[in-house]
């Protein structure tokens, strides 16, 4: 089982010293949000009439998707997707929050023409960085 040994310093420069936690801990205290992204997944289909074998790629992207049990759950629930994951997928999430304002301050005639006719390619946002 994997330790890690984390500095109380980092989080609050008023105390000193260190806390270890094992994985088996960790994945214990984080299984409530688990079940909640779980559930909010399960919503997510429900509400968009999908099923998950419909799901053909899975983007992790997000700090959260960097953790091994939120890659795992996203594997059980869409086995036959492919899965996508970007080595920052904060910056993924940024690159998608910025063709979004883009789009949304997009007002005029032509704009919203172009806006239209415009289709995002995920392949530069799934590019891996060396």
Same mark, same amino acid.
């Given at each position: 089982m994997v330790n890690a040994s984390l500095d109380v310093d980092?989080?609050?420069?008023?105390?000193e010293g260190n806390i270890e936690i094992s994985q088996e801990e960790f994945q214990k !205290?984080?299984?409530? =949000? /688990?079940?909640k992204v779980k559930n909010t997944l399960y919503a997510a289909l429900h509400n968009s009439n999908f099923n998950a074998n419909q799901i053909h790629k899975v983007l992790h992207v997000g700090g959260g998707s960097r953790m091994p !049990?939120?890659?795992? =759950? /996203?594997?059980n629930m869409f086995p036959e997707a492919e899965h996508c994951i970007e080595e920052h997928p904060d910056e993924v999430v940024a690159i998608g929050a910025a063709y979004c304002a883009y789009n949304l301050s997009s007002d005029s005639e032509s704009d919203?023409?172009?806006?239209?006719?415009?289709?995002?390619d995920e392949e530069p946002l799934l590019k891996r960085r060396k």
């Open positions: 980092d989080f609050d420069t008023n105390q !205290m984080c299984e409530l =949000l /688990l079940n !049990m939120i890659k795992q =759950l /996203l594997r919203r023409r172009r806006q239209a006719e415009t289709q995002v």
